[in-house]
């Protein structure tokens, strides 16, 4: 620190009196120094205010001095309480120069003085509001609840959030857009399966894709042999020959060599075995977008995070953890239009409330509705839970029964799982193409988005729902069936295992009526192996209860509008 000349005229005065004193036998008192001048000024800096609580707060530039160095002493609380006291000019100034990033790199330690200044811009309704990049605060949040490592961290940062979507309402539709791509991509993943041939056999879509297009290309090298054959006939044809007048005057014998040959050639061109290609560009179509709305994904995922090395982790991962970030985030908002600090009425033990006050019904094998007034619900969440606690039963006993898989526990588990996560998936596919067909035979824009198209669609749906119980779904039955079989090649006995078929034929018919209800149920597809979460996981009775650690999946989460239904059984 450089003297200043009052000070250095402090110091020669001081020296001197000491000298006068000394002369005159008195101790005189130490000498004052530069650096006690300093030392002294350094406290000045970092005392506390007055009582009054009205100094240096007139000054932004005091204000924002004052905020830094109590941030870099982690001294959030005094932070706040000095930003509670700032008045709409003073704040207005203090937030266009505040350096938010590394209040960001301080969450969730810094959380309170974050949600002092939201807290006082909410308050003070200031007109036009200040440019706070409130969404870097929100990603930043879901950033870290994305990848949990700090305990206490929903206490620190609840209030945060709920100041965020009370001064930034739209912050939270802009969340539940970015998770429900995030799930999207995650769900567009899992189409990248086997497909079924033209005689139902599951093989690779490019090897489905080869077959299909040799068998055009030797169908329209008969064709176009035929037309060599014709060409005698069609070809270089006087266009006189081809009037009106002619075209009425040709005899009975002429018409039935042309459509004799025209006929010929329908029969080679028009083969059902020929109509796979579309359905496989189509697939192949829907692949390419699901890819790249996944690396989109991915790409916004590497600008939350740049630590997150989206390179080496498993995209479904990551997209999956990202997803529950924004979930979390979404929960601690609160309810959608109610007052700061409502949330801790509407959740209680991670369990939502539903209106009215009466908390969702639970048992131990882990059911849960969160809509106990519709009896519709309460119907599928039972017809789930019989699936689970009597039919898998029956399917599992009749799987110990045969000799090659008796032993292997967990790969019995794993059977039965995935017929249950497969039925899903499937009839949710069929479901799409189905509305698709519709569209296609209408003539309708596939990507339309008309009011008619969605009329249309609607009434499809409805459809659908009307006949779930007895619309055919044999060719999703042996899908289900072969797709495991073709992995599980080395097992021939589970071919011939009749309760293993019927548990596929109730999952899939159970499926397909779920997804066609008027809110449609689906499976919660986050299968990782972390820590078990009340809220959606169900611990087995025979598993390790010293343990939060997930070990398998047993059964899946049932979903319904963004609520857990039926909580997924896990072993720990």
Same mark, same amino acid.
């Given at each position: ?12 005065? !001081? ?38 609580? $009205? ?116 912050? $939270? ?196 509705? %969160? ?22 039963? %029956? ?12 032993? /292997?526990?967990?790969? !019995? ?131 390790? $209860? ?10 899946? /989460? ?15």
């Amino acid at each position: 620190m450089e003297p200043t000349p009052n000070m250095l005229k402090q110091i020669l005065l !001081k020296n001197h009196q000491d000298a006068i004193l000394l002369s005159q036998g008195i101790q005189p008192s130490p000498p004052l120094s530069i650096c006690s001048a300093s030392m002294a000024d350094s406290r000045e800096r970092i005392r506390g205010p007055s009582r009054d609580g $009205r100094e240096f707060l007139t000054s932004p530039r005091q204000v924002l001095r004052r905020l830094m160095l109590l941030s870099e002493g982690r001294q959030y609380r005094e932070a706040a309480g000095v930003v509670g006291r700032l008045g709409p000019s003073v704040l207005r100034s203090v937030i266009a120069e505040l350096p938010l990033d590394l209040l960001l790199e301080h969450l969730p330690h810094s959380a309170y003085l974050l949600e002092s200044f939201f807290t006082r811009l909410t308050t003070l309704n200031t007109t036009p509001k200040p440019e706070v990049p409130s969404e870097t605060v929100a990603w930043q949040l879901v950033r870290l609840f994305a990848n949990p490592h700090e305990s206490g961290l929903r206490q620190r940062c609840t209030r945060l959030l709920q100041a965020l979507a009370q001064y930034e309402p739209a912050l $939270r539709q802009t969340v539940r857009d970015r998770r429900r791509s995030f799930d999207n991509a995650v769900q567009g993943l899992g189409v990248h399966g086997l497909t079924t041939d033209a005689s139902g056999q599951l093989i690779s879509l490019h090897v489905a894709l080869k077959t299909e297009l040799q068998r055009h290309v030797d169908t329209y090298k008969m064709a176009i042999h035929k037309l060599e054959e014709l060409s005698m006939v069609t070809v270089n044809q006087d266009p006189a020959h081809s009037s009106h007048q002619r075209l009425l005057a040709i005899n009975y014998g002429d018409i039935q060599q042309r459509l004799i040959d025209n006929k010929t050639l329908l029969t080679m061109l028009d083969k059902p075995a020929l109509k796979q290609l579309h359905t496989l560009v189509e697939n192949l179509s829907t692949r390419v977008e699901n890819d790249k709305e996944v690396l989109s994904c991915v790409g916004q995922v590497r600008r939350l995070d740049s630590q997150a090395l989206v390179e080496k982790r498993p995209a479904a991962g990551l997209l999956m953890n990202f997803s529950r970030g924004c979930e979390v985030v979404l929960h601690m908002m609160g309810p959608e239009g109610g007052p700061p600090g409502s949330l801790s009425g509407s959740i209680s033990m991670g369990k939502a409330t539903p209106p009215g006050g009466a908390s969702g019904s639970s048992c131990s094998d882990g059911y849960h509705s %969160d809509d106990s007034g519709s009896d519709d619900g309460s119907e599928m969440v039972s017809l789930y839970r019989s699936l689970y606690v009597e039919n898998r039963a %029956d399917a599992l006993e009749a799987l110990d029964s045969l000799p090659q898989i008796k032993h /292997a526990h967990s790969l !019995k588990g794993k059977i039965l799982f995935s017929m249950i996560v497969l039925s899903f998936r499937l009839c949710h596919g069929m479901r799409e193409r189905k509305v698709l067909e519709v569209r296609r035979v209408l003539n309708c824009s596939l990507e339309g988005s008309s009011e008619t198209t969605l009329a249309l669609d609607r009434s499809v749906r409805q459809h659908l729902h009307e006949t779930a119980d007895s619309f055919p779904l044999g060719e999703i039955e042996r899908s289900v069936f072969n797709q495991v079989l073709s992995t599980l090649h080395e097992y021939p006995c589970l071919e011939s295992c009749p309760p293993l078929t019927h548990y596929v034929s109730a999952c899939v018919r159970l499926a397909w009526r779920m997804i066609n209800q008027k809110s449609p149920y689906y499976l919660d597809m986050d299968f990782n192996l972390g820590f078990l979460r009340p809220e959606k996981h169900e611990r087995h009775p025979q598993a390790d $209860r010293r343990s939060d650690l997930i070990k398998a999946f047993l059964w899946p /989460a049932l979903m319904q509008n963004n609520q857990c239904a039926f909580k997924a059984v896990v072993a720990t």
